[in-house]
C-alpha cells in the first residue's frame, strides 16, 4: 500500500519571524515538494510568450427594416456612425394630425431666440402678429380636453408661435428652394432688403436645429404592429460573402450581439467594406474576483469565499464552476482585439509561440469538435462563416417617465380580450392618465346636468341594458378568423350620451394604431397579458454625439382583468357600468 507523506511546520518558538521568512535551508526538500505536486511531469510544457492574429474585419453596410418578407427596401447604413437604436426604434415625435402644443411652443420659442442671435430680433412681432400663431381654446376644446391641457392652451393660445404648424410650411419652401414665397405672405412682406437675409439664415439654422434634436423617422417602419416588437435585418460583405443579420424579436431596449441570428441566402445588397487585420500581443492571464492566488504568501480577495458555495452532489453547473475556479482559472489567457464598431470580424490564424520558441497554431473549436461544439459563446445562430458580430449598439441611457402605456390583457368574464390605454399623450404633450381624464370627464357631464354614461331613469324601475358600457380607455380586441389562424382585431366602442350613440371612440395614442386595421396575433396576448411602453431615450455615442428619441418597449403584464362588461342586464339608475 502507497503511503502518503504529509509535511508540516511545527515550531515551539516565540518567535514567528522564521515561519514568516519561509526559509529554505535544504536544497532537496525544495525537490521534494516539487516532485510531490508533480511538476517534474511537465504536463503544462512551455509557457504561453506571445500570440499573433491575422483576421478579416467587415463593416456593416446595408440596413432594412421590418420583416424578411416585408416591402421596406433596404437603404444603406454607416455603422460607426450612427447608433443601431436609434435607426431601428425612431418614430416622428409629432404624429400627424395630433396636437403637441408643448412642443409647438418650444419650437416656435427657438426660433425667435435664433433671430436674436441673427441680429433680426426687433422681427418678432412680426412673426408674433401672423396666422402661425396657436388659437385660443375653442368650445369643443372645453369639452373635449382634459383640465391641464385646457388650461395650458389658455396661457399660450393667441401669444406663442405654432412652430409645427411654421415648421411644416417652411421645411415645403426650403425643400424647393422657395423662402423666397415666404416673404411674399403678409405680414412677412414688411421685411425687406439685409433684415431678409438674417431671417434666412435664422430659419435654416432653425429647420436644421428642428430635424436633428430628435432622431426621428415618418414613420416606426421597424415596429411590427400585429407582434408589438421590432424586426429588422442589417448585412456586410465578407470574404466569403453577403452576411446577413436578422434581429426577429426586439422588443427589450437592449440590442447585443445575441439578437440576431444569420440569415443564409438572403442579400441586402451589401457593398465592400472589408480590410485585413494582424496584430500581435503578450496574453495577459484571465483574471476575477476570488481567484486563487498562484503566489506563495499572497493575500487573496476575502470578498469572494468560493469555499462557502452550498453545492449539492447533483448541482453541476456550481460544481464545475468551483474546480475551474480553483484547478484550471490559471490555464486561461485573454487576447485583446481592438475592432471598429459595427463589425464582422473573422478570425483567419492563431498562433501561439510559448517559452521554448515553439508556434503553434490554434484551431477553431468546430474544427476539433466539429460543428455541434459544446462551445457557443459569441456564435451566431446558423453561422457557418464563423463570425464575431460587434453590434453598433448603445451602453448605458436614460429613460423618461413613459409617454404612453397600454395594458393588453384577457377578459375571461366577457369572452374578449382589451387594449386598455393607461397613459397617453395628451394635447399638451405630457402624460396623461386616461383613468383620471374619465373620471374628470364623467364629472364635469354630472355637473353639466347631464346624464352619466350608465344611461337610466328617476326612481327605483330597472332599465334592460342589451349591454353595458365600459370606459372609453378600454379597446376591445375581438377574434376573428384569419386563414388558419386567430387573430385579435382591434374594435371601437360608440360613444353613449343621454342614451344615444354618439361617435365612435378610437384610441388616442399610438399603440393601438388608431386610423388603420390592428390584427395582433392572438399568441401574443398570453393570459399573464402584456404591457408596451412608449417613452423618451438620451444617450451618448462613441464619438461623444448625444442621440434623443422616442423608443417602444414590450413587458409582461399583471394577469387577467374584467371590464364589468355583461349583455343582457337590468341595472338600477345609480349601478355602475364598468372598471
Partial sequence: MASQIRIELST???????GLQARIHDPLWMLARQWQFGEFKGEDAGSTASAQIMADTTLLTRYRPGAPSGTQPARPYAAPVLPLETVVEGESVVAEGTPNWRRSVEMGQHLLRLLHTSGAGQLRSVLLSSRYLLAQPSAEDHRRLDSESLQFLQVVGGRALDGVRLRTRLAELHSRNALGEFFQEPPFNQITGNDQQKVIQAITAWLTWC????????APASWIPERMEYEFAVSGKTAEGEAVLAAPEYFEGTLDWFSFVVRPGQTLGASEARAPLSRTF?????????????????????????AQIDAAPHDLARLLLVKFALEYSNDWFA????????????IQALVVTNTFGERILIPHTTQVDGSSSPWQMFMLAQDSQRLFFLPPVLGPSLHSAPCEEVLFLRDEMANVAWGVERIVESAAGRPLDRYEAYQEAQQKKEQEGAAPAAGGTDGETLTYRLGTTVPEYWIPLLPV???????LKRGVIPEIEAGEVGRLLEPLGRILEPGRELLLQDEEVPREGVRVTRAYQYARWIDGSTYLWIGRRKQPGRGEGSSGLRFDAAQSPNSSTGS
Fill in 12 to 18: 515551539t518558538h516565540s518567535d514567528l519571524q522564521d
Fill in 211 to 218: 430635424d436633428t434634436f430628435f432622431h426621428h423617422t415618418a
Fill in 282 to 306: 503578450l496574453p495577459a492571464p484571465v483574471t476575477f474576483r476570488g481567484m486563487p492566488s498562484s503566489r506563495f504568501w499572497e493575500f487573496e480577495d476575502g470578498a469572494v469565499n468560493l
Fill in 335 to 346: 487576447v485583446p482585439i481592438e475592432l471598429p464598431v459595427g463589425s464582422l470580424c473573422q
Fill in 481 to 487: 378568423q384569419d386563414g388558419a389562424s386567430i387573430r
